[in-house]
């Protein structure tokens, strides 16, 4: 039984943007939203849920990497506003027609040319 559900969380960490795209069309689709899924639209949710995953952080400070100091179900919130804002940004890519996976591969290739790595060190 613990291997099941270890396979079962690993599928979940590893589903691809496509599929969560196929999820999100669907979603909208049983629920007749599609209607209401404009660029403008969801770009406007977006916004509204970057703001909510910036009060996380409002009035903390700088927090450490990984936030060790943080309880389980104040990173479990964390998660679920991360979560909004990364969906909407994949259905919003999906409506305006732009293959999100293949666009963040370019741009890491350019950002890879545009900022190369520091010469190694001379001893």
């Known amino acids: 039984m613990g291997e099941e559900k270890e396979n079962a969380q690993e599928r979940v960490v590893d589903i691809s943007l496509k599929d969560l795209s196929k999820k999100l069309e669907e979603f909208a689709r049983v629920r007749d939203w599609e209607k209401y899924h404009s660029p403008r639209n969801l770009l406007l949710a977006m916004v509204g849920e970057v703001g909510e995953l910036s009060e996380i952080f409002q009035w903390r400070g700088e927090v450490d990497k990984g936030l060790p100091n943080w ?12 979560s909004d804002v990364l969906l909407y940004l994949i259905r919003l890519s999906d409506i305006c027609g732009i293959d999100l996976g293949d666009a963040a591969s370019r741009k ?3 950002n890879a040319i545009k900022y190369p790595p520091p010469p190694p060190k001379v001893l």
């Open 71 to 82: 309880e389980e179900s104040e990173k479990e919130h964390l998660g679920e506003e991360l």
């Open 108 to 110: 890491l290739v350019k």
